[in-house]
């Protein structure tokens, strides 16, 4: 059985000073445009197996967990009018949101003075912040040298299926200031989440890989490893490709060099073991799912499916081993090398 297991908090050496950056602890869930976002919804729901949690339809979105977090997924369905907040607020421009794809890719951080620490640092380089209360989470928006839209999120310290309860088909977001009071350094997250399985033909645990095309490598690295505060785990120069992790040291961000096509390479959800794996291809097989890819690398065995609108979803079970385990073998895409 090969599952990721979730270091508990405090785990960094003794005396290491704070980064002068996000430096979140991992990759915890992805927001995706959708086209027809009940179509979507059954497929991510029945075939993928995750589970609906809660339903915000003032901004056409739809979130899904199977409880490593709030949400492994969000669907939100492509729009041109502007969407408002709970506040009154424009929560989402009308010239956003109007063709599906990757939304953003949302990391959890240690804690709102992670946060809020990250978030001075990004106003001192300069660049453009959304900071938001979701009331289940706090927030900061910013976007990567590729554009990519990227979320670094505390969790508050209420349950959040009790907070979905309570305000079921209501919307959520209002602005936050990060500077009105002062940082709560506690951690609320989860050590060990309870997964909680839905009912589709594949059973994952997690969202745990995001892999990007990027249109310069180095460039990428840098604003990565330096701002963000992720860390470099694995560097393939000749195939222009990195792998990154947050603060747990697990491998979950793919970086791959790709001037004329940037955007989101796959995302990758994690299964307990190789016994799930091949009970997943069965019922897949048995309910007439296609799979597009099948991949084995010194790194994971893996199998793909291509969602409604065409992303790649990647289901892998990742193996152990060090050094040379993310040089993926001759034919495979050095996309899928996490």
């Known amino acids: 059985m090969s599952v990721t297991t979730l270091p508990p908090a405090g785990t960094e050496p003794a005396g290491v000073a704070e980064p002068a950056a996000f430096a979140p602890r991992r990759l915890a869930h992805?927001?995706?445009?959708?086209?027809?976002?009940p179509k979507s919804l059954a497929f991510y729901r029945d075939v993928c197996g995750l589970r609906q949690v809660f339903d915000e339809p003032g901004i056409g979105a739809v979130f899904l967990s199977n409880g490593s977090s709030h949400h492994d997924f969000a669907l939100m369905q492509t729009m041109t009018v502007d969407r408002i907040g709970r506040a009154g607020q424009v929560q989402i421009p009308a010239s956003v949101g109007n063709h599906p794809g990757?939304?953003?890719?949302?990391?959890?951080?240690?804690s709102e003075a992670a946060l809020?620490?990250?978030y001075?640092?990004?106003?001192?380089?300069?660049?453009?912040t959304r900071t938001v209360d979701h009331i289940i989470s706090r927030s900061v928006y910013l976007h990567d040298p590729d554009r990519y839209y990227l979320e670094f999120y505390t969790d508050v310290p209420q349950d959040w299926r009790e907070i979905y309860q309570r305000h079921e088909n209501e919307l959520l977001t209002t602005p936050w200031d990060p500077e009105a009071a002062p940082a709560d350094p506690r951690p609320h997250y989860s050590v060990d989440p309870p997964v909680e399985y839905g009912n589709g033909h594949v059973r994952p645990m997690r969202t745990a890989r995001a892999v990007l095309c990027v249109a310069d490598l180095d460039r990428s690295l840098a604003f990565h490893t330096g701002l963000l505060g992720l860390r470099l785990l694995h560097l393939d120069p000749a195939g222009r490709a990195a792998v990154l992790g947050g603060t747990?040291?697990?491998?979950?961000?793919?970086?791959?060099?790709?001037?004329?096509?940037?955007?989101?390479?796959?995302?990758?959800?994690?299964?307990?073991?190789?016994?799930?794996?091949?009970?997943?291809?069965a019922r897949l097989a048995a309910a007439g799912v296609p799979v597009v890819h099948e991949i084995d690398t010194p790194a994971h065995r893996a199998y793909?499916?291509?969602?409604?609108?065409?992303?790649?979803?990647?289901?892998?079970?990742?193996?152990?081993?060090?050094?040379?385990?993310?040089t993926p073998p001759a034919g495979v895409d050095p996309a899928f090398v996490l």
């Not at 992805?30 to 976002?37: A, E, G, M, P, S």
């Not at 990757?102 to 240690?110: K, P, R, T, V």
């Not at 001075?120 to 453009?128: M, S, V």
């Open 248 to 281: 747990l040291g697990l491998p979950q961000v793919g970086l791959v060099e790709r001037p004329d096509a940037v955007g989101l390479h796959h995302v990758g959800l994690e299964l307990a073991d190789d016994a799930e794996l091949e009970a997943a291809l």
């Open 30 to 37: 992805i927001n995706l445009w959708v086209r027809d976002q």
């Open 304 to 326: 793909v499916l291509r969602d409604p609108d065409g992303l790649l979803v990647e289901f892998f079970v990742p193996r152990a081993g060090v050094g040379d385990r993310f």
């Open 102 to 110: 990757l939304n953003h890719i949302g990391f959890e951080m240690e």
């Open 120 to 128: 001075r640092a990004a106003r001192a380089a300069g660049l453009h």
């Open 116 to 118: 809020v620490r990250g």
